[in-house]
């Protein structure tokens, strides 16, 4: 019986190769390579389990028929351990010897050299840690492969498993055919009277929970052993997705940096695919949800009094937050930032209250006045177009970040043969290898901003696109909009207003001028 190596006995499979047909003809190589790996497994009291070789160039791995057999003994168990006169029998390639060290590694099968310890020579060492950067590599590629391929499919207008939300059915796709989603019978009715209940019935959502509870309406969540449960959370993110009105946001949701949890994506780094859901309620009362969803709850019967027509509209600078929006004894109403009322005084925000009617005028003053203007939606679309189109500054930038980590390929090319061919010591690969590590992780950054830019390009056209006619119904209609009209022209334009240390900074989908003075409240009365 042969020695036993971690409880096993040990099955030495010897592998020997030369590069040309002279040597094997010849004969002195592959024998002496296996004569000495004989040797060396015979001192050690290994069995020897079989003997492979070949007559192939280094470079080559699929085509080396030995290799390959061997490969497949170990796949089988029949080898607990690869000897080799030296490392290079395996290969030239260092990227193919680290191939084939991870496959024995994934088999529990061990490497052993005859001329040397593989762990202390400069090639074993390099191996060994280049072995671990080519994986966790990998791994960023195929995780960046995945998200891109994600990222396209929404662009392109696909949708994938496991997008559709409570109130609709997805149909897998098929060769030649796109998934599709449909609306589920028992579930979209489910929908519209959560919606039904919430707009016109004024119910809350904690009242709503209960009601579908109560009538053990299958939820999308499960409880716990009572049975099936509703939660106010699960209403409060339905009333929230705009899928119910048709308009689906691909990537509404990315990972929280500092907890487990998901926070919502900023609006401009989603991707909208119109027509891929069908509407289970009309857009009208979808806006009216989100209207009644900003009023924090707790200042309900104050909020009802006056409409505040930039609710969710209003930003922090400071801290990201929505402004809420609230009424002093019936009379101020002002907007301010909800964390400038948290109790604790390291996290309470000290941004400023800006007056009510005075941002609201601004606002709506600057919104009316751009599209007054028959051709700042037009002239916007041509500027868009232009940004968008191929050969743009952005596309050109790209290409030259792309040019770029070619080049950085082929600099880690030759430094790999620079250290093969001995030309290169360990310091120098090290030194090196960081530095180039470094710069193609600033590139391949560089190169997801500048794909994301064109891609945010691309939407900005279509979304501009798709509400053109609405602008200009609106703009036709400036004179007699009532508040909801108003509301939805500024969700149309994505108006997104900013207050910071420097005032109010309003942003959207088309130029909106020169800003003007609004009131702002001194930071002393920032809290009641």
Request: net charge positive; glycine share 8%; charged share 30%.
């Amino acid at each position: 019986m042969g020695s036993v190596l971690d409880g096993r006995a040990v099955r030495v499979g010897i592998y020997a190769r030369v590069s040309t047909a002279g040597q094997a003809d010849d004969g002195t190589s592959l024998d002496t390579q296996a004569d000495a790996c004989r040797n060396y497994a015979e001192a050690r009291g290994w069995t020897i389990a079989g003997e492979w070789s070949d007559v192939f160039s280094g470079a080559a791995l699929h085509e080396r028929p030995g290799l390959s057999a061997l490969r497949e003994a170990v796949r089988a168990g029949s080898v607990t351990t690869v000897l080799a006169y030296a490392v290079d029998r395996l290969g030239r390639s260092q990227a193919h010897v680290s191939i084939i060290l991870d496959e024995l590694e994934r088999h529990g099968v061990t490497f052993e050299c005859v001329t040397e310890k593989f762990e202390d020579t400069a090639v074993g060492r390099f191996l060994l840690s280049a072995r671990s950067f080519v994986a966790e590599v990998e791994r960023e590629k195929i995780g960046e492969r995945t998200l891109r391929g994600k990222w396209q499919a929404a662009r392109d207008g696909r949708l994938q498993a496991g997008t559709t939300a409570f109130g609709f059915s997805y149909t897998r796709a098929t060769k030649g055919r796109p998934g599709t989603v449909e609306a589920h019978p028992e579930q979209a009715d489910v929908v519209r009277r959560i919606f039904r209940w919430y707009v016109e019935d004024r119910l809350s959502q904690h009242a709503i929970a209960q009601r579908l509870t109560d009538e053990g309406v299958p939820a999308p969540t499960h409880g716990t052993k009572g049975g099936i449960r509703w939660y106010p959370g699960t209403i409060a993110r339905m009333l929230g997705n705009p899928s119910y009105m048709g308009r689906h946001e691909a990537f509404r949701w990315q990972r929280s940096p500092t907890t487990k949890g998901s926070l919502p994506r900023p609006p401009e780094q989603r991707i909208r695919i119109d027509g891929a859901f069908p509407p289970l309620v009309d857009a009208g009362t979808w806006e009216a949800a989100q209207v009644r969803k900003g009023t924090n709850a707790a200042n309900a019967s104050r909020n009802m009094k006056r409409e505040y027509l930039l609710t969710w509209h209003v930003i922090c600078g400071s801290c990201r937050r929505r402004y809420r929006a609230n009424t002093v004894k019936g009379t101020w109403s002002y907007y301010s930032c909800p964390a400038a009322r948290l109790t604790t005084r390291s996290e309470r925000c000290r941004n400023r209250r800006v007056a009510g009617p005075a941002l609201e005028n601004e606002v709506w003053g600057r919104v009316s006045a751009a599209l007054s203007d028959p051709e700042i939606v037009t002239v916007e679309l041509d500027r868009r177009r232009q940004a968008a189109r191929a050969g743009s500054a952005t596309y050109e930038d790209l290409r030259r970040v792309e040019e770029a980590l070619a080049r950085l390929g082929a600099r880690e090319a030759r430094l790999v043969k620079l250290y093969t061919y001995g030309e290169i010591d360990d310091a120098m690969v090290q030194a090196q290898g960081g530095e180039v590590k470094a710069e193609r992780a600033r590139l391949e950054a560089e190169r997801e901003r500048l794909a994301n830019r064109v891609a945010a390009d691309a939407q900005a056209v279509a979304d501009l696109e798709g509400v053109a006619p609405f602008l200009e119904r609106v703009r036709r209609d400036l004179g007699t909009l009532d508040h909801a009209g108003k509301r939805l022209a500024l969700e149309a334009l994505g108006v997104v207003v900013t207050i910071d240390e420097e005032g109010c900074r309003v942003e959207a989908s088309i130029p909106l001028g020169e800003p003007m003075p609004v009131a702002i409240a001194p930071r002393s009365s920032a809290r009641l």
